[in-house]
């Protein structure tokens, strides 16, 4: 068993340097293959190699951020922004970084909620009505995390953070039924995502480095103790597989088969697990919170 374990980890487990010689070209093959429509056997070694390329990606993604990480310390203007005071807490502080990403991301989920539901409005689509209505909810998340960040200090008050924590899984369960409009709107009118010229290879990175990170994201601050942080990692998730879901539209309408009986079937799938994803999370920060939550009462009520 031991020796299966050295063995897996060698194959799946790589150094960042391997890790980078063997996505970026595996990635580029399979692109070229679905941009010709070529179904030789090449194209099926394209996809094999593209598989393995993602799983050692998401392995060694925080060795490859680490690595990089490391790297830009050394440059001049790295060390020009880390002689500074507000540099050198935004470069080491990781509750300072999430705390801007936090307002940053509230911005831009208002901004896009508002797009889609002017575009909803004008062309009368469903589509992008349910697409504003996921967008506000999450605006409506990142505010409650935001306000509270602007009261007090991340970690000061846990009870306070459970409460908004357990709010956030509230909304998400209110957002999942979004999603599942969204889902089901997509499958079945047919409808989805497209991206013009060579943006879909771009949005294709900018979504599975999204994911990937968000992913390391959750598991990483909560160990750091703090509600507050996991709640906003967590809408970083939901939105990422939401970027997902939709870049798997447009792969399937740019490159997919043009039977739109397999395109259903594929967003079906694919969209019942991010719901069941999304669910669970949901139903997780309920429930964690409100056992914390009656822990910290009861041991109050002792003292």
Known sequence: MKRIKVVLKKIFFLPPLPTILIAVPSFAFVFVMLGIGDHSILSYIAYILSAYAMIIVITGMPGIIEAIRSKTTKLPLVKKLRSTSLGNRLLGDAVFRSEITLHGGLIVNILYAAL???????????????????YALLSVMRAVLVRYVHRRAVGQDIPAELMRYRACG????????????????MVTQDRGFSYPGLMIYAMAMYAFYITITATINVVKFRKRGSPLLSAAKVISLTAALVSMLSLETAMLARFGSDDPEFRRIMLAASGGVVCAVVLTMAVYMIAISTKKLKKLRNNNLET
């Not at 889609?116 to 504003?132: E, K, P, Q, V």
């Not at 909304?171 to 409009?181: E, P």
């Open 170 to 185: 509230i909304i998400l369960l209110l957002m999942n039924q979004a999603l599942v409009g969204i889902i089901v709107y």
């Open 116 to 134: 889609n539901l002017i575009s909803g409005i004008r062309y009368r689509s469903t589509w992008f009505i349910a697409l504003a209505f996921y």
